[in-house]
């Protein structure tokens, strides 16, 4: 791999307090234009784009490769807030960030060398990791052959890639095989350009919700790689680990985020748009002690996830720091913890917000429903029941979590 120097430019580097402050005043900006953003299905190119240059993608790059390498809570805050604002612009970066973590593990030090310059230099990873069809998401069938010389042949088709379609690169999951055995070789990943040959990104993600993270197809024909752009991934499971944990924390951020900006625009629609129920015998619906109520349940909710998100982050933040079985056991199953939540009042607050404002906020021209829709999308990502039931097995015998990607 070449190790030339990049090109000067290099995005902010970014202390944690003042990543906390971009991202609320990025947060507060596509805010304002989430609505019309999921209605008309607008991709947004130029919020993304505002990201990079921000230096917010460049936080967890190591403080020994130019970056601010800030803590997985700080991170989670920021992902948090944006998703506030708009949990598509929030979860494009999603896997830019779990593949920044995932060099920062299994790179060579050439390999970080140029990808991390590549990220301070205002660059995005994308993601093709899932395949549609398969057995169960964890059935990978994409490959790498050897193509003779240090090169090898990528080949396969990937679903709900998100990012794929504004990155730079794309970090592909796939089989490394030997010509006598195809299709059962060590997972390893292909950092592969978005344009390169052989390579197509299409749009045509159709969900209900999170209607413009663009999570497409990726497809991969003959694809040319060059061995130093290859990194393990099996390895990552061999021992004690937290980047199933990292992954997990992230996405709790989501939900939590879609939770509080459905709360806020539940609360702001009652002030100012509601009419009162006549038994309550009050002139504003604000003023109704049963809407009261329902808004005070629905803040302890938002409220409780928010704190299990802070407390499961430093738990990844702590096995980071001492990385053993128990740690790594430890902070999986903090994640799972906030995952379960967060995926119940994602769904509940923002489906309790019609309950609260009344028959006008499902009008569709108001689009308060993209709360719902974005949450109940999310949270499909991967069965929360499943926390659940690791949670318990823990609780009922000390059985340790699965040493997996998704806890």
């Not at 991709?43 to 601010?68: D, I, Q």
Request: hydrophobic share 45%; glycine share 8%.
């Amino acid at each position: 791999m070449s190790t030339d120097v990049l090109a000067s430019k290099t995005v902010p580097v970014l202390a944690a307090g003042a990543a906390v402050a971009v991202a609320t005043e990025i947060a507060a900006d596509v805010a304002a234009s989430s609505a019309e953003r999921d209605r008309d299905r607008i991709l947004p190119e130029a919020e993304v784009e505002r990201l990079s240059a921000s230096g917010l993608l460049a936080v967890t790059v190591p403080a020994s490769h130019g970056g601010a390498g800030l803590r997985v809570e700080s991170l989670a805050e920021i992902f948090r807030i944006l998703a506030a604002g708009d949990p598509s612009v929030a979860q494009i970066p999603h896997s830019h960030f779990v593949y920044v973590n995932a060099m920062r593990h299994q790179g060579t030090p050439a390999q970080q060398h140029f990808f991390f310059g590549e990220v301070m230099a205002g660059k995005r990873f994308g993601n093709a990791q899932s395949e549609v069809g398969t057995r169960h998401v964890r059935d990978i069938r994409t490959s790498l052959t050897p193509a003779g010389r240090g090169r090898w042949t990528l080949n396969g088709t990937k679903g709900y890639s998100t990012g794929a379609l504004f990155a730079d690169w794309i970090p592909v999951l796939a089989r490394q095989d030997t010509l006598a055995a195809p299709g059962t070789g060590p997972l390893h990943v292909a950092w592969v350009e978005r344009r390169a040959p052989g390579v197509r990104v299409t749009d045509d993600w159709g969900g209900m919700g999170q209607r413009t993270t663009a999570s497409g197809t990726v497809e991969l024909r003959e694809v040319d790689v060059a061995a130093d752009r290859i990194t393990p991934y099996h390895l990552t499971f061999e021992g004690p680990q937290t980047y199933g944990a990292f992954a997990q924390v992230l996405h709790a951020a989501l939900d939590v985020g879609i939770a509080r900006a459905a709360l806020h625009d539940a609360a702001d629609f009652v002030r100012t748009s509601s009419r009162p129920y006549p038994d309550a015998g009050v002139d504003r619906a604000a003023d109704d002690p049963l809407v009261v109520q329902a808004l005070g349940a629905m803040e302890i909710d938002v409220r409780a996830a928010e704190a299990l998100l802070r407390e499961a982050a430093r738990a990844v933040d702590a096995a980071d720091v001492d990385l053993t079985a128990d740690t790594a056991a430890t902070a999986s199953l903090a994640v799972a913890t906030v995952r379960a939540l967060s995926a119940r009042v994602a769904v509940d607050v923002s489906s309790r917000l019609f309950e609260v404002a009344g028959t006008r906020s499902a009008l569709d021209s108001l689009n308060l429903n993209r709360h719902w829709r974005n949450a109940r999308t999310h949270t499909l990502h991967d069965p929360a029941a499943w926390k659940v039931q690791h949670l318990g097995r823990f609780v009922v015998d000390g059985t340790p979590p699965p040493n997996h990607g998704q806890l």
